[in-house]
């Protein structure tokens, strides 16, 4: 173990976001392409294109969120469970959901029946709009705080529901995921399609990287309002990882706390906003590649603007202030986070230039003349 | 208090949905070497046949494995969803695992099954059969995390419970993987999902000999499952889990239970062939036994006694008393501070911790506990005999059933004879009993380790989620449904492409192209 305990817990909250943000970049189109696919796809030849532009990326691309599941298991047990348990209804939907995917992509166009496709095209919607709507949804909940505590026995009781997590400002997060997957979704379409879909998605990028900033602007002024939290008490950065040892304020605007702490990191959801406008313009003077690379760091600052402003919480608890999880004590134990670290550092550099070959094989638009010629192997 | 009915139906919800699950992973497994091997035929011979084998049985593969990963995604969900208290207590120790299973094996696979299915005109010959190779090495890494994950389940060595954390925690990595229960574990589930994989080969290509379509085609399939196949199913009986039930207590317990072994006889003990066990009585009725052959198989020694299920019951007496000890100190550590006699007392007692925590169905507070609940606990941390006597001798009746058609497919296919009405009918008929062999496997398996999710740690009604029932009925209902709904369109699917057969493949030269002369 070459680094100390506090170091890998720092460590590991970095490799948490490196993969929600991987997923967000990868899975993000997938989901924002599954959205567009009823509305940008006119008939079948064109749906196909849109639904073929993903075949045989999406499945890897899916993986970074099961793994960011598996990931927050093994390094964050505890928020793993109070996660999983108390949004339970709204996991449960998003699984629904996902479930559709694999197959919808598999089965839609092994046969011809045109009632069959559209049902799946339905079906692949679904899919890409109810998690992308939840995952903004349980984030914006988890900036409002969650209701549930542990007992003696570190058993977790959540005191919410799930109408409760509907609430406005969370509703306000899911507008911003949707909004910035869609957009980020259309650039994808951008760079793999031509013609017709191509057009259509020139036209709607602007459209969602504006409501996207809207929204986020709008929730970033809500923030500075909310219920903030802070530890009150002592921090012990390498004691083992028990919750309920410590004290835990909150106040109004707290979460600005670390941004006026350290001013340099409100260049973070500064450069959300500067790069929404940069794929906008990239999309319209027809970059798309670049476009992509914008929307991606769109993405990223987005997400780190949220985690730099919870940092060091988890998951705060709103109705026991002493059970919320913070970085420096709900992670696993300093062993398991060091075995974790060596086989991350081996694997993620491996699996970026596994995929990356994968996407260079694959390059090139799709077409409906492509589709035509291979209409018995394509999706 | 978590409620009696929550955990009974979040255990339904778990065996149905790693049930069904487990409908999908075995094919996996088996047939993306089945279709490496034909692939790489295919690159070695140069002959088209072969890759039409491998992009046929792909498109069936494909079909499956949609509704694989469809149902995986439930599996990674669940432990937190369902299982929240064990996710807690056991995260440090069984998250690790799940974690680099996604790292080193689920991106593999997920990421070259794209450039399996459309990497065709895109990669020259070779890179295209390394990527099925990764495919396959990708699926099989995969069940191998799952059961070292597994395997601590049932046996969990290399972790310590901490009471300053309140949870199971990592002390020895090499022995997580290295647990003897997990290796076991790994090389029979595989080899069952190569026998199954084989067996569905075998049986749709028996199925097109007997049609006298594609005959070229079927019986090249029919050569590779009957070979594959055998060696298989050889390595899931003669490799099978008999040698990881010597680790744990509570493996022993599993091996007695599935025996029907209720006293420890002088060694070797005989093997029960069948008979009417009772739990209550503890004594089987009209059991028909074979002398030393238990002793030899269970033990692989002739002078080792099995333990029998009394003998454990009044050594498990002694450790729910002892976990009482131990859960006593451990409420003074949890709340006075972690003094370093008080330490030292509870290190000695907490190897039994979990049978004190097997109290908490009887009494809350453990402490309390009448000589009555602490029989009553000691009973229960027996497992039920009857269902695990019966499923074993299914999964086990299935498996020597495989062994004989494989065998005798393998030798009529080497000696170029494998048009025999007989064997062609065998080969379709044995189809269901690989996946009937998984299903009663997972459940002697899971259902031979209650009353605990890990083995003599945590008792599963502690491990459930604080949900309520109306939660668990409407998950269960949604599952049920949706997972109902697939199957019925998976199986259309895959019997309207079994029939279509290499027909499917649009080439131009299969049974219905050149019958009718126009494709389907």
Known sequence: MIFDYETLRLIWWLFLGVLLIGFAIMGGFDLGVAMLLPFLGKNDSERRVIINSIRATWEG???????????????????????????????????????????????????????????????????????????????????VGVPFHFDNDMRIFYEGSFWGLLNPFALLAGLVSLSMLLMHGAVYLQVKTDDVIYQRCKTIVPIFAGITLLAFGLAGIWVANLNGYHISSVIQPNAASNPLLKQVTQ????????????????LIPGLAFIAGIVTSVLSKNDRPGLAFISSSLMLSSIILTAGCAMFPFLIPSSSALSSSLTVWDASASHKTLSIIFWVTVIFLPLIIIYTSWVFRVLRGKITVAHIKANDHTAY | MISESVVELSRWQFAATSLYHFLFVPVTLGLTFLLAIMESTYVMTGKEIYKDMTQFWGKLFGINFALGVTTGLTMEFEFGMNWSYFSQYVGDVFGAPLAIEGLMAFFLESTFV????????????????????????????????????????????????????????????????????????????????????????????????????????????????????????????????????????????KLAAIEAEWHTEPAPASFTVIGLPDQDKMETRYAVQIPWVLGLIGTRSADTPITGLVDILEKNRGRVRNGMKAYALLQILRTGGMDATTLAEFNRYKQDLGYGLLLKRYTETVLDATDEQIELAAKYSLPRVVPLFWTFRVMVLCGFIMLGVFFYAFIASSVRKCRQALLLRLSVAIMPLPWIACETGWFVAEFGRQPWTIAEILP?????????????????????????????????????????????????????????????
């Not at chain 2, 309140?166 to 022995?175: D, K, V």
Request: charged content about 10%; cysteine-free.
């Open chain 1, 61 to 143: 691309n899916h993986v970074w969120f099961v793994t960011a599941g598996g990931a927050l298991f093994a390094a964050w047990p505890p928020a793993y469970a109070v996660a999983f348990s108390g949004f339970y209804f709204a996991l449960l939907l998003t699984l629904f959901a996902l479930f559709l995917r694999p197959i919808g992509f598999d089965y839609r166009s092994k046969l011809p029946s045109q009632r069959w496709r559209s049902n799946w095209d339905n079906a692949l919607f679904v899919g890409g709009f109810v998690p992308a709507l939840i995952f903004g949804v349980a984030f914006g909940n988890l900036l």
């Open chain 2, 460 to 520: 599963t009604f502690l491990s459930a989620s604080s949900l309520t029932e109306l939660d668990m009925y409407l998950s269960l209902a949604g599952y049920i449904g949706l997972y109902t709904l697939f199957l019925v369109i998976e199986l259309f699917l895959m019997l309207k492409f079994i029939k279509l057969g290499p027909s499917s493949l649009h080439k131009g030269r299969y049974h219905f192209e050149i019958a009718e002369g126009v494709a389907p």
């Open chain 1, 251 to 266: 106040a109004p605007g707290l979460w600005l706390d670390n941004y006026q702490q350290r001013p340099l990191l409100w």
């Open chain 2, 114 to 253: 794209g450039l399996f299915f459309f990497g065709w005109d895109k990669l020259s010959r070779g890179q295209h059969l390394a990527v099925t190779w990764l495919v396959a090495l990708g699926s099989n890494l995969s069940a191998l995390w799952i059961l070292v994950a597994n395997g601590w389940m049932q046996n969990p060595v290399g972790a310590e419970f901490n009471p300053e954390t309140m949870r199971m925690e990592i002390t020895s990595f090499a022995q997580l993987l290295f647990n003897p229960a997990a290796q076991v574990k790994f090389v029979h589930t595989v080899a069952a999902g190569y026998a199954t994989a084989s067996a569905f080969v075998l049986g749709i290509s028996a199925y097109y000999i007997l049609k006298g379509r594609d005959t070229a085609f079927a019986r090249r399939s029919y050569t590779i499952a009957a070979g594959f196949g055998l060696a298989a199913t050889l390595s899931v009986i003669v490799l099978g889990d008999e040698s990881g039930y010597t680790d744990g207590e509570v493996q022993k317990a």
